[in-house]
């Protein structure tokens, strides 16, 4: 896929309106029609239920989203984003935004750091693969006055790479606030990052559907390496796949806020004592055991979303009944109940009997699920989901093999 169609992630109208407007900035060296062009063209943006504005994506893999929960963008980034970090405000801080958009998460960032630190440094990395979105970003009214930093960031950047004529925005950047703009897809940026280096990272892709590639085992690996050991990263996805790539990646994992969604995001760190909060007992269950929990995979970290969403699907297909439980009518979830409903449970025992589970009481069934018992919402070093689904998907691996021993 070329540069110029992945990156042509919004809704093909704004992309085509803000690419024009730039042109025509550049070719007249005038950029003064900037300030109309939002109420020009209010109606091709969407507001959300707290004043901020966002927008539409182009459809990918048959699929539009918009850009933050209809919620509201800016709240949503201070919930899912800056609310579960533990910032130490006594260090300088340094932060990775991984799909930046209109730099909302960033901007809500400079608010936190302003309010609770003086003099210390933020260093803040946008990532952000489409330029005319980034552009929307200067375009769209400010829902905080931060986000004039940020805008100017942009600016700075988009002026860098002939993109917009001339500067515009009149706000400083505060001299110890540091923000670097990458116009890249995300897998190459980290790649060329430090070790070691990011006290939050910021992950706010569309869904795993239409972006698997930021959420790849590879990716996340990618991620521990340049994290600081009690550094976070957040993301509002509560999807299993997401999940355990971050444990096969070495994180551990917790639960993240509820924001706009049913169910919590997921906030990964190498540090269990960073994580407050458990996920759902039968998130853990599933993750550990059914197929749902294979990952999504990028080795080389350069394939495109259909072929990773692809070979997940065979990967799940072979892993079936050989090495997980299938997911089929959520058989693992009933592992240790009795089941009142004859046909569902005929279902769900024939998916177990494939893996050397009698049924869903039997002791193989109670051997593989022991560790739940000890599940409480809270979670700490000793006693957490990370612990647990690695204890399942271990236990499931001595059953199958038929060498498990229940004393
Ligand atoms: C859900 S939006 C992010 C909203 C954003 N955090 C904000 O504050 O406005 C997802 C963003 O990911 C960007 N994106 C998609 N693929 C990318 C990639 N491979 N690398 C970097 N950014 C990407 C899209 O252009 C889009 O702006």
Redesign the pocket.
Known sequence: MSYEN??R??NDDIFDLVNEYFDMERSSQNNESRVDFFNTYRDYFVLTDDGSY?IN?KEINHKV????TSTG?ISE?FEKFIRPMKFNYSKDIAIL???????????AAIADFIKNSSDLDLQIDM????KA??AC?LLVPSPIPEHDITKKAIEDELIKQDYASSSLEECEIPKNIDINVFI????Q?VQNLADSTYDAI?L???SQNM?P??FSLEFFREFKRIIKDDGIVATYTSSAPVRAAFIEAGFNIGLGPIFGRKQGGTLASPKPEMLDYSLPKNDEIRIALSDVGIPFRDPGLNNPSEFILNERTEERHLARHNTKISSAVKTPIFLGDEMDDEKLKRRVERNLAKMNIPSTTSDEALYIIECEKKYSEKQDEKNNSTIRILDMKNRLKKVKKGNYDST
């Open positions: 992945s990156a992630i919004i966002s994506s989203e918009t850009l933050h963008a980034s935004d991984i799909c930046a958009g209109l730099g909302y998460n960033t901007s990532v952000e693969i489409s979105t980034l970003g890249e897809d995300a897998r940026t910021f706010d892709p569309f972006a590639e930021l």
